[in-house]
């Protein structure tokens, strides 16, 4: 009776502890975060944030870095810093009061390149005007992209 | 007799098959178009043409004029309100479609190109420019 009771007791323990690493989320380490979360995670006008497994749309769990700048002058720096490009008229445009969002795809944890990134794995970056926000996801395939492209224009359209 | 019988029930037949036949005809519409079919018309360096295609054919198509505006052409078309403007390394296409704005979009990212995009709530059409 007592090596039965034994028995289930480490079986109980061993439920317990396998739901408890299954719960608990990884730890991220340093060196996977990528480099413009680095680069702005104590700049006082950006808001650096680092998700792991966000999810849109009820479908896609992705991880995800975000940059929130507190004015236009500062979120136009972060994407001067990333060179994207035609940054005049984008500028222009905000001035004139649109709203316009920016995205483009570049290899792994390398954001000022634009080229190689033609793999599964790879960087998708969404600057948007409606939230002055950079957010860079960790994409690893190419169903994710048209995803998270969609959730843009979702957003893009409601808050317009 | 009954030859003559025989012979007027297969003039009969024929006769029916005949003008079934004819009728069958005459319910297609007097027109060019074929069913599921419709009217599509676009531009290449503002020469204007207009085809009947499918709905197939009227992606091929579509897909076809994304390549020459790519290649530099001017190109525009009609169909959902949209229309296609390129330059050699920028291309503009506005659309009130947002799922074939969102296709457009992963295309041309896919293909190298940074793509802005702005929408207007009045219109309600997607302007997405592209940019390599």
């Known amino acids: ?160 | 007799m009954r030859k003559t019988l025989r012979t007027v029930a297969l003039c009969a037949a024929i006769g029916l098959l005949a003008v079934g036949c004819q009728k069958e005809v005459l319910q297609y519409p007097v027109s060019d178009m074929a069913e599921g079919q419709n009217m599509f018309s676009y531009s290449i360096n503002g020469e204007t043409k207009t085809e009947c295609v499918t709905e197939e054919g009227r992606t091929e198509l579509i897909n076809y004029l994304f390549d020459l505006a790519e290649q530099g052409y001017r190109v525009t078309f009609n169909g959902r309100n949209t229309s296609v403007f390129s330059a050699k390394d920028v291309v503009t296409y506005s659309t009130s479609d947002r799922s074939a704005a969102v296709a457009w979009c992963d295309k041309m990212i896919n293909d190298g190109y940074e793509v802005e995009v702005t929408y207007d709530r009045d219109k309600g059409i997607y302007t997405c420019i592209a940019t390599k």
């Not at chain 1, 396998?18 to 979360?37: I, N």
């Not at chain 1, 479908?59 to 001067?80: G, H, P, S, Y």
């Not at chain 1, 500028?91 to 634009?114: A, C, H, L, W, Y």
């Not at chain 1, 080229?115 to 957010?135: G, N, Q, R």
Request: proline share 3%; net charge positive.
């Open chain 1, 1 to 160: 009776m007592r090596r039965y009771l034994f028995s289930l007791l480490i079986v109980v323990v061993g439920v317990l502890l396998a739901l408890w690493v299954w719960q608990t989320p990884r730890r991220v380490v340093r060196s996977e975060l990528h480099p413009l979360f680095l680069r702005y995670e104590h700049n006082p006008d950006v808001a650096a944030g680092f998700v792991k497994n966000l999810r849109i749309a009820d479908t896609v769990t992705i991880d995800a870095v975000t940059l929130q700048a507190k004015d236009t002058a500062t979120w136009f720096d972060i994407m001067e810093y990333i060179q994207v490009k035609s940054l005049n008229s984008m500028r222009q445009r905000v001035k004139d009061g649109e709203t316009p969002i920016k995205m483009f795809k570049t290899p792994k944890n390398n954001i000022k390149s634009r080229k190689d990134a033609d793999t599964k794995e790879h960087d998708l970056v969404i600057c948007s005007a409606v939230d002055l926000s950079v957010c860079i996801y960790d994409v690893v395939n190419d169903e994710q992209d048209k995803i998270i492209i969609n959730a843009a224009f979702e957003k893009l359209q409601n808050l317009n």
